[in-house]
């Protein structure tokens, strides 16, 4: 049975028209799909909405556990989805604790979800410190309740597999406070665990790390919200001789950025605006400029308003960043991850400073074309986009003859076509960018790939000689 139609229909519809479908396993599959989807794109509304109407379905349908068992299993579990995609707008201290003590382990396997992340935005709707402190108890003796089975512990050679052999998640909390104890654990003691426990070191990698994942998040747990390590809320430093953030007790300073390196931002921009004339502006502007003075006037005129966005308080601290680290940064999956986490968070510093790095690497294709994130999320955006199209077309054979945007993007997922197309949606509809500094932030990036040799990408924005103003190359 398709469930191509997911996509089309409001969620509220889905649900009133297909009844005893959802008793159908294929069925059930794709809307598990979609909720998945909805988890690691981080989209709140849309779960919210299919979760409250799941609800309102099984609440109307009690007869449904009964008739399929083992599909409303497999609904509850994906259910579990979506509450954890919404875990930081639930408004009962009763359901957190539940998703802590009952059902941890589904949250720690999802790829690219962010439990802290989810659990750190709910604490910031408690405006009063001791009510964040109060549920950091309930919900780290929650964890350590937790019975939840985890981790396929691989056996020694000529050990007896056992069938439950896995331990449970208060089990290995019992283990880390016995051999870290009760404190604010660093990477170094959560690293040192995972190397010398016996149980810790017969796991898989992947596991290992989702560990880690647990041990940090009971760690967060153990912080008092009175104490500056703890402390949920990013404590903003504007002193005249300091300048930067605290956040969970690190000060994390903003660089300023001295002459020397806007002169030499300024030099670099007069250069990919003049290369990016050579090769990108139409011919007639070329030979129409009106002599030197105009091709002056214009290139002064967008060398102002570069060195205006570079004064921004959010473009500021991102090139510092870029600068402070020498364009080095993490390594590329790191940087890749970041930006990811970035994104969600609306952190726009972050976002460009991982961009910017991974242009200058010169690894800008290389990481985005191998990321299944990128290329599962904006194959998304284009099926959303040909399911409006069709929609409003009429005939049964729209787009029978030519390949769908879908299937020319998967051919070359990080073509510059596409990425400068992700590249105006994750800055200007996601982060809310304004579109001239959305340009400038794409005209930085394009000149660090040119400087890297990385010329499929040196050219996706421009400066027109003409008008003065910065253009997409699209």
Same mark, same amino acid.
């Given at each position: 049975?398709?469930?191509?139609?997911?996509?089309?229909?409001?969620?509220?519809?889905?649900?009133?028209?297909?009844?005893?479908?959802?008793?159908?396993?294929?069925?059930?599959?794709?809307?598990?799909?979609?909720?998945?989807?909805?988890?690691?794109?981080?989209?709140?509304?849309?779960?919210?909405?299919?979760?409250?109407?799941?609800?309102?379905?099984?609440?109307?349908?009690?007869?449904?556990?009964?008739?399929?068992?083992?599909?409303?299993?497999?609904?509850?579990?994906?259910?579990?989805?979506?509450?954890?995609?919404?875990?930081?707008?639930?408004?009962?201290?009763?359901?957190?604790?539940?998703?802590?003590?009952?059902?941890?382990?589904? *949250? $720690?396997?999802?790829?690219?979800?962010?439990?802290?992340?989810? =659990? &750190?935005?709910?604490?910031?709707? +408690?405006?009063? !410190? #001791?009510?964040?402190?109060?549920?950091?108890?309930?919900?780290?003796?929650?964890?350590?309740?937790?019975?939840?089975?985890?981790?396929?512990?691989?056996?020694?050679?000529?050990?007896?597999?056992?069938?439950?052999? *896995? $331990?449970?998640?208060?089990?290995?909390?019992?283990?880390?406070? =016995? &051999?870290?104890?009760?404190?604010? +654990?660093?990477? !170094? #003691?959560?690293?040192?665990?995972?190397?010398?426990?016996?149980?810790?070191?017969?796991?898989?990698?992947?596991?290992?790390?989702?560990?880690?994942?647990?041990?940090?998040?009971?760690?967060?747990?153990?912080?008092?919200? $009175?104490?500056?390590?703890?402390?949920?809320?990013?404590?903003?430093?504007?002193?005249?001789?300091?300048?930067?953030?605290?956040?969970?007790?690190?000060?994390?300073?903003?660089?300023?950025?001295?002459?020397?390196?806007?002169?030499?931002?300024?030099?670099?921009?007069?250069?990919?605006?003049?290369?990016?004339?050579?090769?990108?502006?139409?011919?007639?502007?070329?030979?129409?400029?009106?002599?030197?003075?105009?091709?002056?006037?214009?290139?002064?005129?967008?060398?102002?308003?570069?060195?205006?966005?570079?004064?921004?308080?959010?473009?500021?601290?991102?090139?510092?960043?870029?600068?402070?680290?020498?364009?080095?940064?993490?390594?590329?999956?790191?940087?890749?991850?970041?930006?990811?986490?970035?994104?969600?968070?609306?952190?726009?510093?972050?976002?460009?400073?991982?961009?910017?790095?991974?242009?200058?690497?010169?690894?800008?294709?290389?990481?985005?074309?191998?990321?299944?994130?990128?290329?599962?999320?904006?194959?998304?955006?284009?099926?959303?986009?040909?399911?409006?199209?069709?929609?409003?077309?009429?005939?049964?054979?729209?787009?029978?003859?030519?390949?769908?945007?879908?299937?020319?993007?998967?051919?070359?997922?990080?073509?510059?076509?596409?990425?400068?197309?992700?590249?105006?949606?994750?800055?200007?509809?996601?982060?809310?960018?304004?579109?001239?500094?959305?340009?400038?932030?794409?005209?930085?990036?394009?000149?660090?790939?040119?400087?890297?040799?990385?010329?499929?990408?040196?050219?996706?924005?421009?400066?027109?000689?003409?008008?003065?103003?910065?253009?997409?190359?699209?």
């Amino acid at each position: 049975m398709s469930t191509a139609f997911l996509k089309s229909v409001s969620l509220t519809d889905l649900l009133t028209q297909v009844g005893d479908k959802l008793g159908d396993v294929e069925f059930l599959d794709g809307l598990k799909r979609r909720a998945e989807e909805m988890m690691f794109f981080g989209y709140v509304a849309e779960s919210a909405a299919l979760l409250n109407d799941l609800n309102a379905f099984l609440h109307a349908s009690p007869e449904f556990a009964i008739r399929y068992p083992e599909q409303y299993h497999a609904l509850q579990r994906m259910m579990v989805i979506l509450r954890w995609t919404v875990f930081h707008t639930v408004k009962s201290d009763t359901e957190a604790i539940d998703l802590f003590a009952h059902h941890l382990v589904q *949250a $720690l396997e999802s790829e690219g979800f962010d439990i802290w992340e989810k =659990v &750190k935005a709910w604490f910031l709707t +408690y405006p009063l !410190l #001791d009510d964040r402190d109060r549920l950091k108890v309930v919900l780290r003796e929650a964890l350590e309740k937790n019975q939840e089975p985890f981790g396929q512990i691989a056996p020694l050679l000529g050990e007896r597999v056992l069938m439950n052999s *896995a $331990l449970t998640i208060g089990q290995w909390l019992q283990r880390v406070v =016995v &051999k870290l104890g009760k404190k604010i +654990y660093t990477a !170094l #003691d959560v690293n040192s665990f995972l190397s010398s426990d016996e149980q810790a070191r017969r796991l898989p990698t992947k596991q290992q790390e989702q560990l880690r994942t647990l041990i940090t998040l009971y760690g967060h747990l153990l912080k008092s919200s $009175l104490t500056l390590e703890g402390m949920e809320d990013a404590i903003p430093i504007d002193e005249s001789d300091i300048k930067g953030t605290i956040r969970e007790g690190k000060f994390e300073p903003i660089k300023e950025i001295d002459e020397v390196k806007i002169k030499k931002g300024l030099q670099e921009m007069r250069e990919v605006i003049l290369h990016a004339l050579g090769e990108e502006a139409p011919a007639d502007i070329v030979e129409n400029l009106g002599g030197e003075a105009k091709r002056d006037f214009m290139v002064n005129k967008m060398i102002k308003k570069y060195e205006q966005w570079t004064l921004d308080t959010v473009i500021a601290p991102a090139l510092a960043q870029l600068e402070q680290a020498g364009g080095s940064g993490a390594n590329e999956e790191e940087e890749l991850n970041g930006f990811y986490s970035a994104v969600n968070k609306g952190d726009i510093v972050g976002v460009l400073t991982c961009l910017w790095r991974l242009a200058r690497r010169g690894s800008l294709k290389q990481s985005f074309g191998k990321s299944e994130r990128f290329v599962k999320y904006w194959k998304h955006q284009l099926e959303k986009r040909e399911s409006r199209i069709m929609n409003q077309e009429s005939g049964d054979n729209v787009g029978a003859l030519h390949a769908t945007p879908v299937q020319e993007f998967l051919k070359d997922p990080a073509a510059p076509k596409y990425f400068l197309a992700f590249l105006k949606h994750v800055l200007i509809d996601r982060l809310k960018l304004t579109e001239e500094s959305a340009k400038l932030a794409v005209l930085t990036l394009s000149n660090e790939c040119r400087k890297a040799g990385d010329e499929e990408y040196a050219h996706l924005a421009y400066g027109d000689l003409e008008t003065g103003e910065f253009k997409w190359n699209a």
